[in-house]
């Protein structure tokens, strides 16, 4: 299965794309930072996220996308402008197919560092560690490759407790 994981923002959106195989290894393949400047116009720098978005998901073809779910800000203009990334962002996967699958950030945080209010910091240690990545990664890449774990983590136990319920009723699909 192929994961990307992505950390919307206007003037920073990070992505990371991550493989995990049947034995629920993972394995980091790419991630990086779609920019934007200040001095674009707003809508211009909407359409370049979902341009290099559209770039990501033809080049490396996830079979799904994990995305932080939407926060509570204090500040409502930079609640407003994340929150038109982030649905420029859950659109551009719309466009192609993939489905979307949204976790709360101390979920994210848990299932890499087992601690629901890791720092950043933190958070960035214990990617590189489970991706056996020995570079420094942009904090956005890194928030990205982040919700890519928390996704296999769930997702693989979702479709074993699938089984198990199908297995216990008898080959029948469980009502769940």
Known sequence: MRVVGIDPGIS?????IV???ARGRLA??????ISTSAKTPFVERLSKIHRELEK???EFQPDHMAVEQVFFARNARSAL???QARG???LSASLVGIPVYEYAATAIKQ???RYGQAGKQQ????VKALLRIDKKLPTHASDALAVCICHTHCFQTSQVTKTSLSRAAGGKEPNV
Do not use: N, Q
């Not at 980091?28 to 930072?33: A, D, E, K, L, M």
């Open 12 to 16: 920073h959106t990070g992505f990371g």
């Open 19 to 21: 493989d995990t195989d």
């Open 28 to 33: 980091h393949v790419s991630s990086g930072c």
């Open 56 to 58: 990501v998901f033809h």
């Open 81 to 83: 402008l994340l929150g």
């Open 88 to 90: 420029v962002t859950l």
């Open 111 to 113: 299932a890499v560092c």
């Open 123 to 126: 958070v960035s240690e214990m």
